[in-house]
């Protein structure tokens, strides 16, 4: 069905005056009556009936009437989602985060966008890594911030490093390990560890890397959340190999403990992620480029606190 017929049969319909809608949409009479006889003739429905000068609308009148001004409708929006695309000044970001970036990093980072760009709405997601590249390849989502570089696995993923994750070894005051100067990659296989569910990024790094060295993990505990694991091994419950960035309050006020592990440095790439072949919105391109100088600002300052 011809969107533009339907359009002057909505014009018809409200006025209910087809010379009325005809001087408004800038055509003659004869071109109305022509357009909504062929109307008629598509549908096999009279759509109006004439009363003198004015007209009234059928039954099916009144439903295609209906329809047609939620297709109306429908279509405003659509122009209008169309508009959000071509300016930064509106529009919607829908972004993916791990809990390392989403928790400690990105808040700032927030802030100072909603400040520059007061209309865009963000839709922020925590989830884990792998959440996150899936949210991507299904197009849920417009950007993601992860551990490590997916592409390896997702060749359909665009990947841009924005700075490396220090992981280190954390003990509560009073484990047996407090007390240590460092430990063996070996000592951490056997039952000591808290960690995160499959699908973490920390989680992938810790068993890729420790693999390496011989070494498979026998976790103590699978915990899903970072604070989680923080509250507890600082009482006590074994020990956890977690992102400094997470840490830096409670290694301060010696509620935590770092322990050097021999020989194994941590240091996974923290990416951006998108579909690489996703047209980003005007916005969410505004997002993208603020987020690699404004992380590169907000790491600066939390390592030297």
Do not use: C
């Not at 009936?49 to 047609?68: D, F, K, N, P, Q």
């Not at 001004?69 to 929006?77: P, S």
């Not at 884990?128 to 993601?144: A, C, F, M, P, R």
Request: glycine residues 6%; hydrophobic residues 40%; proline residues 4%.
């Amino acid at each position: 069905m011809n969107l533009q017929n339907l359009r002057v049969f909505q014009k018809v319909a409200e006025l209910e005056h087809i010379t009325r809608a005809a001087d408004e949409l800038g055509l003659s009479q004869p071109a109305v009556t022509k357009i909504i006889q062929s109307l008629e003739q598509e549908i096999g429905l009279e759509l109006i009936e004439r009363r003198g000068r004015r007209i009234v609308l059928t039954h099916a009148g009144h439903i295609l009437h209906t329809y047609s001004r939620k297709l109306a409708a429908l279509e405003r929006e659509m122009e209008e989602a169309m508009e959000a695309l071509s300016t930064v000044e509106s529009g919607e970001v829908r972004l993916g985060a791990n809990a390392t970036t989403g928790v400690y990093l990105l808040p700032p980072i927030v802030a100072h966008f909603r400040h520059d760009y007061p209309r865009v709405n963000l839709h922020i997601s925590i989830l884990n890594t792998q959440e996150v590249i899936d949210e991507i390849l299904n197009w849920q989502i417009d950007l993601g911030l992860v551990e490590g570089d997916p592409s390896r696995q997702f060749p359909e993923l665009k990947v841009t490093p924005f700075t490396q994750d220090h992981l280190i070894l954390v003990v509560g005051p009073n484990h047996h390990w407090s007390q240590h100067t460092s430990v063996l990659p070996e000592q951490l296989s056997r039952g000591e560890l808290v960690l995160r569910e499959q699908g973490s990024g920390v989680r992938d790094v810790i068993e890729h890397e420790l693999a390496h060295l011989g070494v498979h993990i026998h976790p103590l505990l699978i915990l899903t959340n970072n604070e989680a694991i923080k509250q507890m091994v600082m009482n006590g419950v074994g020990a956890a190999i977690v992102s400094a960035f997470t840490v830096r309050r409670e290694l301060a006020t010696g509620s935590l403990l770092q322990i050097p592990i021999e020989g194994l440095e941590l240091h996974p790439q923290l990416s951006i992620i998108q579909r690489a072949d996703k047209q980003l919105s005007r916005s969410a391109q505004a997002f993208y480029k603020y987020l690699q100088p404004q992380f590169t600002q907000t790491i600066e300052v939390t390592q030297k606190a």
